[in-house]
């Protein structure tokens, strides 16, 4: 199997996806994002943000690699009675059959970051945006100090090094790298611009039910446990863990958590 879809189909991120979703609809309001347009999700999980885009009218297109994300996107939009959404599976890095110049937004939030081909998902992203039509990504960047850069920097010492030629999902969160791969697809830089955005995670529980919910759904992070238990760290890593959530927690109530995580936002006009 494509080591890509078996993370992202390990667990179940539709739980930790419930948490983002008053951010989701915060950021497709800002998107430009409005009736009879045609959107591409990209990396689109159960749709956080596809189903708000929907709902301003948009035609959406979701994309996941994920099988069991697709068919829990699908599920949602039957439940919202939705009929210009649909979810299906596919890969960042060869969209397949989707005709070029189709969309007037491709918006990809944590998602076409992960797939592992970083420069091919670009010239995909690239190619399927009608002319005069947006790309906006959500990436997070690496070494910031806030929630989910640190989750993935304590998990990923506790991994084994990854596979020759492996590409940090991270380093689409640096600017220069996202410069040269849109310009390598074609996009002069003066057509991109970036901004440093705040996605906040909201769960009805606490800080340490809510690692609890990475350790048991999050492919990364379950994974990083399985490694540490093999090397004898797994209570290393689960208080180093428990530290940062609640150090993080933002939140007053001690059965709830708020937990605000600094992204890029890039903005590519074709």
Same mark, same amino acid.
């Given at each position: ?6 993370? @992202?189909?390990? +667990? !179940?991120? *539709?739980q930790? /996806? =419930?948490?983002? $979703?008053? &951010? ?57 009675g939705l ?56 990436? @997070?960047?690496? +070494? !910031?100090? *806030?929630?989910? /850069? =640190?989750?993935? $920097?304590? &998990?990923?010492?506790?991994?084994p ?14 600017e ?20 440093k ?74």
């Amino acid at each position: 199997m494509n080591p890509n879809k078996a993370l @992202w189909e390990k +667990g !179940d991120f *539709t739980q930790i /996806a =419930q948490t983002m $979703r008053q &951010s989701g609809e915060e950021l497709v309001a800002g998107i430009g994002v409005s009736k009879g347009m045609k959107v591409l999700d990209l990396g689109c999980g159960d749709g956080t943000t596809a189903i708000p885009e929907a709902k301003l009218g948009a035609d959406v297109l979701g994309v996941d690699i994920a099988a069991n994300l697709v068919e829990a996107g699908n599920r949602r939009v039957k439940e919202e009675g939705l009929d210009n959404i649909t979810f299906r599976e596919g890969d960042a890095c060869n969209l397949g059959d989707i005709p070029d110049k189709s969309f007037d937004r491709v918006v990809s939030i944590f998602g076409a970051m992960f797939a592992p081909k970083p420069f091919d998902v670009a010239k995909e992203m690239v190619r399927v945006t009608k002319p005069g039509g947006k790309i906006v990504m959500g990436n @997070w960047i690496p +070494g !910031d100090p *806030t929630l989910v /850069a =640190q989750i993935l $920097r304590i &998990s990923s010492a506790h991994m084994p090094p990854p596979p020759e030629g492996f590409i940090s999902p991270m380093t689409w969160g640096v600017e220069s790298n996202v410069i040269e791969r849109f310009g390598q697809a074609g996009i002069p830089e003066e057509n991109i611009s970036f901004e440093k955005a705040t996605y906040t995670f909201v769960a009805p529980y606490s800080a340490s039910e809510f690692l609890n919910a990475f350790r048991t759904y999050y492919g990364p992070t379950m994974n990083a446990y399985e490694a540490a238990g093999k090397s004898g760290k797994s209570d290393e890593l689960q208080e180093e863990l428990n530290t940062l959530f609640n150090s993080q927690n933002k939140s007053a109530s001690p059965g709830e958590t708020v937990i605000p995580a600094t992204f890029l936002k890039v903005t590519v006009t074709c």
